[in-house]
């Protein structure tokens, strides 16, 4: 089961972060870390230890079939209610690729995903497998928003000719706005405006017409976001039906973005193309994928659970031989290695690595992992 927070709340293993500096890493390189509540989800690295991570292709409802949605779905667990809801990035994550790199994209969480569509349906009163595909669906609205944030903050970049989205991310991006407080905000508590606008698009995407969303839906989907943490919960703003006032949202973002004025934002008309362009990810047992979002290609391993098959098949592993946060074994007279910090693994390695156990290819390693099979 994943390790879930509510935004803007930190874990005690994010505290020792802050208190230990970010862990040794080769990614692009973490933006330095504030202690006011920064986006944990864009900034360190994801807590779940499932250990499998598989690209899927994520339909739109449209092309869902009726019920296709699965099974009935968990019990609740209360982690998304009238009472409080974590807010969707307890369920997905947006990666930049300003701190990613190659491992950029949307990450979702099987458990939290699971347990975020039976507490929409039971607030909807619908089955869960017809709520499932749209709020699969909501979800990358959400998380699609924080993509186009950074292409804007791009643009920026491009336009000042200086670094600004790594910094916006660790220093102003939880500054509160005027857009965050009362009356838009549900509680005392300002919050990230990015995150009011994003939540607004779930929203917004809950109210569409065609297909139909099953019933209850739309309004269980605006409950669980006047439920969220601050930031999440002042959607509202965004929402005026006066696009004059949510121009002004998206302004104070900009600002916020650029660390001056702004009236508005570059050019930035991402279509279609453009968002199914961000690679989706889901993060947990692949047997719990939706059969309607089909997997792009077979599971890959994170580095723990490549660590825990090597160790079954007897390789002996050697930490802090290799350089930084690369770790090499031995494994009959073979030598490989892969680096910590990447996750999932990438495929080069992956690629090497089953050729040292004599598989044809990284599909077959991949396989072999995930049924935690021993090489004879
Ligand atoms: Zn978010």
């Known amino acids: 089961m994943a390790t879930v927070t509510v935004p803007g709340l ?55 079939g ?15 209610s009238d ?26 969480f099987a458990g939290p995903f699971r347990d975020f569509a039976a507490s929409t349906a039971k607030l909807a009163g619908s089955p869960y497998s017809h709520v499932e595909p749209f709020v699969m669906r909501q979800l990358l609205e959400h998380e699609l928003t924080h993509f186009e944030f950074e292409v804007i903050a791009t643009k920026f970049e491009a336009i000042y000719r200086t670094p600004l989205y790594r910094s916006y991310m660790s220093e102003r991006f939880s500054r509160p706005t005027r857009w ?20 607004w698009r779930e929203v917004s995407y809950a109210r569409r017409k065609k297909p139909k969303p099953p019933a209850g839906y739309q309004a269980a989907a605006s409950r669980l976001a006047d439920a969220s943490p601050p930031g999440y919960n002042a959607w509202r703003s965004a929402d005026t039906a006066n696009p004059h006032l949510a121009d002004l949202v998206t302004a104070a973002v900009a600002t916020l973005i650029t660390d001056t004025p702004q009236i508005s934002l570059p050019p930035h008309a991402l279509d279609e193309d453009d968002f199914s362009e961000v690679p989706v990810y889901w993060r947990g047992d692949p047997r719990l994928i939706p059969s309607y979002a089909p997997a792009k290609d ?78 004879p």
């Open 66 to 80: 009726q019920g296709a949605g699965g099974d009935e779905g968990p019990a609740p667990s209360g982690m998304f």
């Open 10 to 64: 930190l874990t005690p293993h994010e505290l020792q972060i802050i208190e230990d500096g970010p862990p040794p890493t080769d990614y692009v390189s973490i933006a330095p870390v504030a202690t006011t509540p920064f986006p944990f989800w864009a900034l360190l690295p994801d807590d779940e230890d499932s250990g499998f991570v598989t690209e899927i292709d994520v339909p739109f409802p449209d092309d869902v």
């Open 83 to 108: 009472d409080g809801s974590a807010g969707a990035d307890a369920i997905a994550h947006y990666k930049p690729w300003h701190i990613w790199g190659s491992d950029w994209g949307i990450y979702l």
């Open 298 to 375: 077979f599971t890959r391993p994170t580095p723990k659970r490549l660590e825990s098959w090597l160790k079954k098949n007897g390789a002996d592993i050697q930490f802090g031989r290799g350089k930084g946060s690369h770790v090499r074994f031995t494994w009959r007279d073979r030598a490989g290695g892969y680096s910590t910090s990447r996750d999932p693994v990438p495929k080069q390695p992956c690629t090497e690595i089953a050729e040292i156990f004599g598989f044809e290819n990284p599909r077959e390693l991949y396989l072999a992992i995930s049924n935690n099979r021993v090489v």
């Open 180 to 199: 965050t407080g009362p009356p838009w905000a549900r509680g005392p508590h300002p919050g990230p405006a990015e995150e009011a606008i994003a939540t």
